[in-house]
């Protein structure tokens, strides 16, 4: 039997997201059989198949991205050709963080010990995430031709960011983009993101910080189902009931 887009997209709402995590997580929250979720396998993928939709289905197919380092776009999510919507935190992730909830979930502990012990993995990352934050920022300027990101871990410094940096073979084919960003301009914008960061981690809201840290420290402290309410306009509305033990979602076609 051949499939068709059309067999692909068979209920009244469909929406591609970045991963199975994502999708899993939102299938169990929501339960609802007119929402069609679909691991796509990244941003370029979501972005691609969004925008491919033959014209007749586009009214019924969207995209959710993690928000990463790009700049904060829920102000878009009210124009009437939105369809891919930019969550309004750094990772899916964010959203699981509910240390009530993992308390409940453990059993063991407290949600203060567990917020704690999520606090300090995510102090631990914090360079690593200037880091990365870093080459974003260069890549939106230079293009392409940056250094890899490093590893979960890799970094744990300033010293070895700014090693990954420009310490780089990248730049040995590239010597005049390399000259764009010297050593001090490279080391200030470090600093820059540390400092965004180090208070981002003093604040009560840190897990929801736009810039914030989920993946890494879902991976440290668990997981579970909770969230924030974000707010579309056009054909979709999310909206949250959230309690210790269950949390519901809905996509409300207009």
């Not at 692909?8 to 899993?24: K, Q, S």
């Not at 991205?65 to 939105?82: E, I, Y």
């Not at 003093?202 to 402290?221: D, I, M, Q, Y």
Request: charged letters at 25%.
């Amino acid at each position: 039997m051949k499939l068709t887009v059309w067999d692909l997209y068979f209920a009244p709402i469909n929406v591609w997201v970045e991963d199975n995590l994502t999708r899993a997580v939102l299938d169990a929250v929501w339960g609802d059989p007119k929402i069609h979720l679909m691991a796509a396998g990244g941003v370029v993928a979501v972005n691609g198949l969004v925008t491919e939709t033959p014209p007749r289905l586009r009214g019924s197919v969207f995209g959710l991205l993690d928000g990463d380092f790009r700049p904060d776009k829920t102000a878009d999510w009210w124009k009437a050709d939105c369809r891919v919507l930019k969550l309004p935190v750094h990772e899916f992730e964010n959203l699981l963080l509910r240390f009530d909830v993992l308390a409940a979930v453990a059993g063991t502990s407290k949600p203060a010990q567990i917020e704690s012990v999520a606090r300090d993995y995510a102090r631990s990352a914090a360079w690593w995430m200037a880091c990365k934050a870093t080459l974003w920022t260069m890549n939106n300027d230079l293009g392409a031709i940056v250094p890899a990101d490093p590893g979960v871990g890799a970094v744990t410094s300033e010293t070895a960011a700014l090693e990954v940096i420009t310490k780089a073979a990248v730049w040995t084919a590239h010597p005049g983009r390399r000259a764009l960003w010297t050593d001090a301009k490279v080391q200030a914008e470090l600093a820059t993101w540390k400092a965004i960061y180090d208070a981002e981690l003093v604040s009560t809201g840190w897990t929801l910080e736009r810039r914030s840290f989920g993946t890494s420290v879902v991976t440290s402290a668990g997981s579970t189902r909770s969230g924030r309410r974000p707010a579309c306009q056009h054909r979709l509305r999310l909206t949250r009931q959230s309690t210790m033990r269950t949390s519901e979602r809905e996509w409300h076609v207009k």
